[in-house]
């Protein structure tokens, strides 16, 4: 990882008898795309502002390149936030928009109309610096302040939800966008989102979050195949969580029993014993076989275009979803059918609960 731009050491925010951070410690690199993921109320717009200078530190330290600026103004701060509602100024020109933090801190004129230019051609906006904000579409606003908080160069960006008012196709060619400027910039930058495919398209690492603590830090794969405890792998993406019984574990390794009765072994993190646990397993690592590891009932089938999905469920009711890529298949299971499933070498996750 290289160098760290920002480090969180410890961090508490209360409010009053309520803690919404509990010591959280995350260290940021330079030039990474670091996402804050997690449900409503867990913490992560909190922590954010914390770094952006409008919450105070109740306990704990934010260094940017090693300097204490948790008691800094935030015009103090080398950072710029773009948030969830662009804020945009109605009255003025997109390109004074953009211009406008330039001029705050006494740029010439000449010199931030054309760095206020260079930012519209980065986002691809240079025929619409005359039009006002209330000209542009949702998605061309949301560029303008990406734009205007890219201008000052700051050390690092902060980003608030900012996808979440755009329709689908939009947000999905944002985040493109989103990524492709992080990268010719070189700004680091920190996006908070609870969308788990915003995350993990377009970030470097993730932090998952949940009730004000940091469950898991890692790369996008990291998060999804390797999930550290049962909050963090029902989360991310879709899993199955099976319950087992694991009978005995040595040499960082687990015998487990499977509902139905069949054995497996899987590798066993640190803190699990044997006793009741569950298996997280995602829907397209298991198939349809002739054998297999689990037995289930068909309940339906769902074409969802580019896969299918089977609903099932095991004898003790606990469902279970399978997805299969699509394809001419002329022998998928009816519902009711009794069908036996495979799980992929490697792919079954035991977790701690």
Do not use: W
């Amino acid at each position: 990882m290289n160098a760290p731009t920002v480090d969180i050491r410890n961090a508490v925010k209360r409010y009053g008898t309520v803690t919404a951070l509990h010591g959280v410690s995350l260290s940021i690199a330079d030039n990474e795309f670091f996402t804050l993921l997690g449900p409503s109320g867990c913490g992560k717009t909190t922590l954010l502002r914390m770094i952006a200078g409008f919450e105070d530190v109740t306990e704990g330290e934010i260094l940017l390149f090693g300097k204490d600026i948790a008691r800094l103004e935030p015009n103090h701060r080398p950072v710029n936030t773009v948030f969830q509602h662009y804020a945009l100024f109605p009255h003025m020109s997109v390109i004074d928009n953009v211009a406008f933090g330039l001029k705050m801190k006494g740029m010439a004129l000449a010199e931030r109309r054309a760095r206020a230019g260079k930012m519209l051609e980065m986002v691809h906006l240079s025929a619409f610096a005359d039009r006002l904000p209330a000209q542009l579409s949702g998605g061309q606003q949301q560029r303008v302040a990406l734009a205007r908080a890219l201008a000052p160069d700051p050390k690092v960006l902060l980003l608030d939800e900012p996808l979440s008012a755009l329709d689908l196709k939009l947000r999905q060619a944002m985040r493109v966008e989103l990524k492709q400027l992080q990268e010719e910039t070189g700004i680091t930058f920190i996006f908070v989102t609870h969308d788990q495919e915003e995350a993990l398209t377009m970030s470097d690492r993730i932090a998952v979050m949940s009730a004000g603590h940091v469950q898991q830090v890692g790369s996008p794969r990291d998060i999804y195949e390797a999930p550290v405890n049962r909050f963090v792998a029902d989360f991310i993406g879709e899993t199955n969580l099976v319950p087992v019984t694991v009978e005995a574990v040595a040499d960082g390794r687990a015998t487990v029993l499977l509902p139905g009765g069949h054995r497996m072994s899987c590798a066993a993190d640190a803190g699990i014993g044997p006793g009741a646990h569950h298996l997280s397993v995602r829907p397209e690592r298991m198939n349809l076989g002739t054998t297999g590891d689990l037995e289930a009932v068909v309940e339906r089938v769902v074409y969802l275009g580019t896969d299918l999905q089977l609903h099932t469920h095991l004898d003790g009711g606990q469902p279970l979803h399978v997805r299969l890529q699509n394809s001419a298949r002329a022998d998928l299971p009816a519902p009711g059918a009794r069908v036996a499933l495979q799980i992929e070498e490697g792919a079954a996750r035991l977790l701690v609960d």
